[in-house]
């Protein structure tokens, strides 16, 4: 596991990050409603506070605690991108040409509204946002310039072993079955493939290292 990264894990399969900073810790992704006190808990075994939320998409297993946190940490930053921040405030219609695809998954919005809307290329702390499209319209990814670890959000899941939600996995089809558009999905999976992560941070599932193979083989499989 990389140093600065802690994994928290609801229910043995939906995946929130505390990423440790110079100021204090960023949260990635919140869980499931009612995970507050798990993710808590976390960063005072961690001894830091937590200072900024990052959601990676607005699906109701990422951002199902983020009212309850914004309401326990005063001041807290949120942040996510402009588009998935729109589907967080209940807005479902879509932008034009994406009409391809069917916003798919729960959606259940969320009373906390960010104070940053995150574009691809900004940092925030030593993550930097990574556009990673396909399962919602506005997903992000976040990569570690430190150590390049790459917290992928729902772009690839680990569980059951290392693929994308270009497809759908039998083996754990639910990320898949989400997914807003599975080509773009494709196109998201292996622009990340490119970055050269050193270790794959995913939405659901386990932290793997060195995962350029199983990439590769997931988005072979995804292809074919
Ligand atoms: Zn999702």
Redesign the pocket.
């Known amino acids: 596991m990389a140093p600065n990264l802690t994994q928290v894990t609801r229910i043995g399969m939906v995946n929130a990050y505390l990423v440790g900073e110079a100021d204090g810790l960023t949260l990635v992704d919140t869980t499931l409603p009612r995970s507050a006190k798990a993710i808590l808990k976390a960063a005072a075994g961690l001894g830091a506070p937590i200072v900024r939320i990052v959601l990676t998409?607005a699906?109701g297993?990422?951002i199902g605690s983020l009212d309850e946190l914004a309401g326990q940490l005063p001041g807290v930053e949120v942040l996510t991108s402009a588009r998935d921040a729109r589907l967080m405030a209940g807005d479902k219609t879509l932008d034009p040409g994406e009409e391809k695809g069917k916003l798919r998954?729960g959606y259940p919005g969320a009373r906390t509204r960010p104070a940053r809307l995150l574009a691809a290329g900004e940092r925030v702390g030593s993550l930097e946002v990574v556009a990673a499209p396909g399962?919602?319209p506005g997903q992000i990814a976040l990569l570690d310039t430190r150590d390049r670890t790459l917290i992928c959000a729902?772009a690839y899941s680990t569980l059951g072993g290392v693929a994308t939600t270009a497809r759908v996995t039998p083996r754990f089809p639910l990320?898949g079955l989400?997914t807003w558009h599975r080509p773009t999905a494709l196109e998201t999976a292996r622009a990340l493939r490119t970055l050269e992560p050193a270790r794959l941070a995913p939405?659901h599932g386990k932290v793997v290292d060195a995962p350029l193979p199983a990439m590769d083989a997931a988005i072979a499989r995804a292809a074919g």
Do not use: E, K
Request: negative net charge; aromatic residues 0%.
């Open positions: 998409h699906h297993d990422h998954g399962h919602t729902d990320p989400a939405g």
